[in-house]
Structures are given as structure tokens and as C-alpha cells.
């Protein structure tokens, strides 16, 4: 993972002020936000600023419960959300408001375990909005209160944070505190991010993709890698139409089996090469062999990739 980006996904029931917690964290007001039980995000959003010389990304998703998005477009969401972090993002900032933790808070945390995946919490941070209501008691106090509200803090690490709109000194401190700490996770999950082997594979068809555009016609780097991973976005999501919206969840929070990409004998795959060794991976493909063009190569890489997703897909059931 590279040091000069930082990745992040907001994820909570609707109105817990995710929209409002991302503009926070981005110190600009990138995200349309409302004062209001309604959302107002109904599909990810993606939104960035250039830090004292580091790339921060906030993806901003619908509200677990939100009444205007079906369950199979909120599973369709949750595979965008994943591959615009590809290849995952370094933090799932879980935001509640200082609320009693009733049932619905209970099924929002099941609907992120099914969602993501257990491992998921290990890359978690709790933020809580609206603490003018905690009314002078600390964070730990409020969280104490409730045992499942305490279990689900500790299985984030215990890693929790509150922010008030109203107090805008008093959150540039929080924010601070925030960052810190997800720093603070980052580097002690060994300064990797949340991913699995298919994250993987989408991010490195995105690579590939991104190079066939680069044989295609000219474009700025952000547009080509924009464009690239919109098009495996599309192509996933495209392979897995007609399928229970759960499948593709579980392959994109399952383990998967394990490939990667070995030596390759053409000078056009060592950009491929070195985007797979990024990820650990030793098995050979050996794609190259018996191509005699750059275009033929990447060709092949490319199927070869989607036949891996393929397999990993087929493994859930896909």
C-alpha cells in the first residue's frame, strides 16, 4: 500500500450523519448533507483532497435501512463501494449517532459482518455524531451503558471517536484524534488495507484495462484510471447479473483461493507483473509464452485474469 494514499468507507444506518462525518474528515464540504432522518446518498459516492502530500479518498455509501434503495441495489452498492477502494480500504469508519442502541443498531453491525466479512472489523473505527447529546459524559461511559453497544466497540478494537457539528473548533480537534488513530490501525494491521483475493484480481484487471486504454488513445493518468476501473466495476457486476445479490457479496468478502501472477518473458507484462507481485502472488501464469505482440499479450492476461475471477466466483456458487 502506498504511503501517499489512505482510503476510507463510511458506512451506517440513514441519517447517522455519514455524509456530514465525511465532509469533516475532508476538511471541505465534498459531500451534499442534510439535516434530516432521510439520506440523501443513495448510491457510493467518491470524494478526495491532496493532504500535506497524501491522496485521501472517502467513499460515502447508502444508509443500512434506507426505504428508497431495494436490498438487491444496496448489495449492488456494496460492490461498487468495494471496487472503487480496490484494492481495499484502509478503514471502515462505522458511523452512529449518540443514540440508545436498539435492535435496528444491532442488525446494522450483522449487516456489516455479512456484508464484509468479520476481518472488517479489524479495520474499523467507531464514530459517533451528535455529541452535544452525551451531555458531559465520556465516550466510554456512553458505550459501557449497553453491552452489545461494548461488544461491538471492542470487536473495532475499542477504537471509538465523537464529533458535534455544532462545535467546529472542538471537531478539527476530533478529526485530528480520528486520523490518528486510524494511522495508528493501518500501521498495526502491518500497513495494509482490507482486501481478499478477488479485490485483488478486479485490481489488477483494472491494470490491465488501464493499459489497453493506453494502447487505445492518450489520456491524463486519473482519467485512465478512472475510466478503467468503471469499466471492471461494469464487467464484474455485469458477469454476476441474475445472481443472488448475497453470492457476490460473500466472494467479494470471502477468502477465494489463491493466484497471482509469476516471471513473464514479454517486455509489455512487467508493469502486469509488478501490479501482481503488489499483492503477493508466485503461481506462474506464464500468459506470455507463446504471444508474439504487446496486444496479444495483454489479451491473454486479461482473459486469464477473468477466468481466475471466474473460478473464485464459482467457488460461492456464482
Sequence with gaps: VSDNELRLVLLGKTGSGKSSSGNLILGEPKFKAASSPNSTTHKCETRNVNRNGRRITVVDTPGFY??????????????????????GPHAFVVVMRVETFTEQELAIVKKIEDSFGEGAFKHAVVLFTHGDQLDEVKIEKF????????????RCGNRCHVSNEHEYKNNTVQVEELMKTIEQMVEQNGGGCYTNELLKMVELATAVRKTEIMQEK?????????????????????RCAGVASGAIVAALCGVGVVVGVGKSNVAVMV?????????????GWDVAKHTETPREAIEKTNKEIWRKIRDILRNFGI
Design 271 to 283: 508493469p502486469l507483473v509488478l501490479v501482481a507481485a503488489m499483492y503477493g502472488g508466485t503461481v
Design 66 to 87: 434506507d426505504t428508497k434503495v431495494s436490498d438487491e441495489n444496496l448489495k449492488a452498492e456494496v460492490v461498487r463501494c468495494i471496487t472503487e477502494c480496490a484494492p
Design 218 to 238: 492518450k489520456q491524463a493518468a486519473d482519467e485512465l484510471g478512472t475510466e478503467a476501473k468503471n469499466q471492471t466495476r461494469s464487467k464484474l457486476l455485469n
Design 143 to 154: 458505550v459501557r451503558k449497553s453491552r452489545e453497544l461494548r461488544r461491538f466497540v471492542e
